[in-house]
């Protein structure tokens, strides 16, 4: 079982990026994928997470209105669509799937590598 999460970068405080987490190695149609991100000297927080089943959503409170995640079965991903980024936002974001919607990161049965989010002001 692998995610793989793709399309961090560097962009300036009010821009936007594209986050990819590509899935593979079982089916995860009965599962729920999730964004978690990580800043330095913090602990891993919950960003949102859709039911691979339905597409139902959840955001956390910092990224409604701005973050929309989203999955496309034919290609077997998951994106969180940022915009309008604040430095705030930097951080090591992960992807992760569980069977069931929970914001705890120790709910989640598989993770990705991480991919790096920096938001310069």
């Known amino acids: 079982v692998q995610l793989q999460a793709s399309g961090g970068g560097l962009v300036q405080a009010g821009g936007s990026l594209r986050l990819s987490c590509a899935a593979s190695?079982?089916?995860?149609?009965?599962?729920?994928m999730a964004w978690f991100r990580q800043a330095p000297g913090k602990e891993r927080e919950f960003v949102a997470a859709i039911r691979w089943s339905g597409g139902r959503t959840w955001y956390a409170d910092s990224a409604k209105g701005r973050f929309t995640i989203s999955r496309d079965n034919a290609e077997n991903t998951v994106s969180l669509q940022m915009n309008s980024l604040k430095p705030e936002d930097t951080a090591i974001y992960y992807c992760?799937?569980?069977?069931?919607?929970?914001?705890?990161?120790?709910?989640?049965?598989?993770w990705g590598q991480g991919t790096q989010v920096t938001v310069s002001s």
């Open positions: 992760a799937a569980a069977l069931a919607y929970t914001v705890v990161p120790g709910g989640y049965n598989y």
């Open positions: 190695g079982r089916t995860f149609s009965s599962y729920v």
